[in-house]
């Protein structure tokens, strides 16, 4: 008679990761090429004379997934991505805040770019799927950015519309320009 398995205990039996490793999963083509005048959020105007919206793309890479990875997309309006922020350096643990004048807020209650691990996550309209190519509207993020991730946007999961938001609610939103 064969001897019971006993159970694994998956959160003791791990050990920690020193060190994590990840891979891009394809690319950001977006007409924002620096910072300046690129919207500090997806949700706020970018610059006009940028025209935004026009040609953003999330390109996947065809040596990571096939196009049975973005199959289901149709009819999902928005998409979270992940992305690595591969040109900020450094950070801080308190940061200017656009609107706070010379007031630095605590770096994780901001979402100020530069970040110990500086990793992106911004809610994209996902316009149409074209192979392994995702074109999206109201991108906040610069093109050649690498993507780490796509996720859909679930309202009933994702959405928290009575949450709190601190300092943030207090201030009031920053005007978009």
Do not use: C
Request: charged letters at 25%; a neutral charge.
């Amino acid at each position: 008679m064969a001897q019971p398995i006993p159970p694994k205990f998956y959160a003791q039996d791990a050990g920690f990761p020193e060190a994590l490793t990840l891979r891009p999963i394809g690319v950001v083509r977006s007409p924002h090429k620096e910072r300046h005048g690129t919207p500090r959020q997806a949700v706020l105007t970018a610059d006009p004379a940028l025209r935004p919206d026009e040609g953003t793309v999330l390109q996947l890479f065809d040596s990571v997934l096939t196009p049975h990875a973005v199959e289901d997309l149709v009819g999902i309006e928005y998409v979270w991505v992940l992305a690595w922020m591969h040109l900020n350096h450094g950070w801080r643990n308190k940061v200017s805040v656009p609107g706070e004048g010379k007031r630095t807020r605590g770096l994780l209650s901001t979402r100020a770019p530069h970040r110990p691990n500086p990793i992106a996550l911004s809610a994209v309209r996902l316009v149409r799927v074209e192979g392994l190519a995702l074109h999206v509207e109201r991108s906040d993020l610069l093109d050649g950015t690498p993507i780490l991730d796509i996720k859909p946007y679930v309202p009933y999961a994702d959405a928290f519309p009575d949450a709190k938001a601190g300092w943030v609610d207090e201030r009031g939103p920053i005007p978009s320009g």
